[in-house]
């Protein structure tokens, strides 16, 4: 028997049998899950934002050209990166607390005008009866409209939050940042994440 297989076999007499895992912890609620994080990240989406408008005025640039830059010709400009994120986190009302969308036309054109609908967004959000409404709907399936593709089934608010919405809303972001730094303009992954995220300690071992 060759060392690699003595190895295995020991491995695998020796090994404890693999269990189940069970998380005894509360379940995070829906809105911890996804409300929390999205303003969040709406918020250092507005500072990136506000980094890209210093920078086109320092180098004389005109706002136009960033807002509408594209990575490649069959992506969308800035500008519609950082609607389609305000969208996915706007639409977490209706499909998780039966809320009633806000209706925007998509129709910011200006850096300021970016700015007032995050700012929007997050106040939408951050509604009082937005928390309660979600309870309860961890487990219940989800219905995703769409304009042109029909209708998605996602089987639990849950996988909904996880396997959708905050994935989409990083895919948008996430552009939204690589467009900027594309560009030349001075952010990093501190910015994205936010310098908050990160508490430094002097004695690791305490």
């Not at 209706?103 to 997050?122: C, N, S, V, W, Y």
């Amino acid at each position: 028997m060759s060392i690699h297989r003595r190895l295995r076999h020991l491995k695998l007499a020796t090994s404890p049998p693999l269990r189940p895992y069970h998380n005894s912890t509360a379940m995070t609620s829906l809105y911890d899950q996804s409300v929390v994080p999205s303003v969040k990240y709406l918020k250092n989406l507005s500072a990136i934002l506000e980094k890209g408008r210093a920078f086109a005025d320092g180098k004389g640039k005109a706002h136009d050209e960033i807002l509408n830059f594209r990575l490649i010709e069959d992506m969308r400009g800035l500008t519609y990166q950082v609607q389609a994120a305000c969208n996915t986190v706007e639409f977490l009302l209706p499909r998780l607390a039966g809320i009633e969308k806000t209706h925007f036309p998509d129709d910011e054109k200006t850096f300021a005008e970016l700015q007032d609908r995050i700012g929007k967004t997050i106040e939408i959000v951050q509604d009082p009866k937005v928390r309660p409404a979600m309870e309860g709907k961890e487990k219940q399936p989800i219905l995703m409209p769409t304009k042109s593709m029909g209708t998605y089934r996602f089987e639990t608010g849950e996988k909904y939050v996880v396997g959708y919405a905050m994935a989409n809303f990083h895919f948008h972001y996430s552009t939204a940042y690589c467009i900027l730094r594309h560009l030349g303009v001075p952010i990093s992954a501190f910015d994205y994440l936010g310098k908050d995220t990160f508490v430094k300690v002097d004695d690791a071992s305490k």
